[in-house]
């Protein structure tokens, strides 16, 4: 028996992000998002979930690569003068890690953004990181116990076994491997916590690039039980989306979820798509 979800991330990024999730949920074969909440488009994305009670929404965190919820003058060490988080990825984990004033701003952060969802009124189905920095130790560990008090049932987890991604004639990397390291980690503390993780999740080594031909290959080759595609569509390429995700093939991502050989190719896969 297997279940699929087919999950739309960065919605509240921008309203090309929110038109696309809705029309492939719509019309197509998306069945859940992943919220911005600090997105420049959060409370469009917000009003749109409301229109379609189908769509299990959770929180896309973000602690690095993109807005924060607190104002600059409460999370100083975070973020720039825009309020984003500052630009380097590697900086910020070593801060997480070792900073303890720093630690405390993230802290607040994720609390602020669980707590903002929570004021949506949106049942909280799960919760994810973007760029995946939800794995990372002092991230990860904030996000369980924070999100505990919120309800938090499920976390999505990035692993996409090697057996799988090779009969889709993808080749391993470096960068597949090391998430493997750290979403097994989480995988742990989630389960010590309480906080379930579901079956494989894939697309972190197609981030950005999964086109109709890589999602019927994958969808020919998932294992049993849960899985869970994770997808990035938009309407257009939008100045934001252009800065901040260069090289995503936004549109070409919406044509596979709504595309009538995915859908077909879904239903064969599994009946009780979910």
Known sequence: MRTVAMTGSDFGLSEAVNEAIERAHRDGV??????????????????????????KVGLHLVVADGPALLPDLDIPDLVDVRGWFRASRSELSLNYAFVPAVRRQLAAEIRAQFAAFAATGLVLHHADGHRHMHLHPAAGRMLLEIGGHYDLRRVRVPFEPRRVLRACGARPTLRDRALRFWAARFRRAAAAAGVATGGPVFGAHWTGQMTEERVLALLARLP???????????????????????GYAHMAELAALLSPRVRAALAATAPATG
């Open 30 to 55: 998306l069945t859940h998002a992943s919220l911005m909440i600090a997105g420049p488009a959060a409370q469009d994305a917000v009003r749109r979930a409301k229109r379609m009670p189908g769509l």
């Open 224 to 246: 049993d039980g849960e899985s869970d595609l994770n997808f990035h569509p938009a309407l257009r390429a939008d100045d934001l989306l252009r800065a901040e995700l260069p």
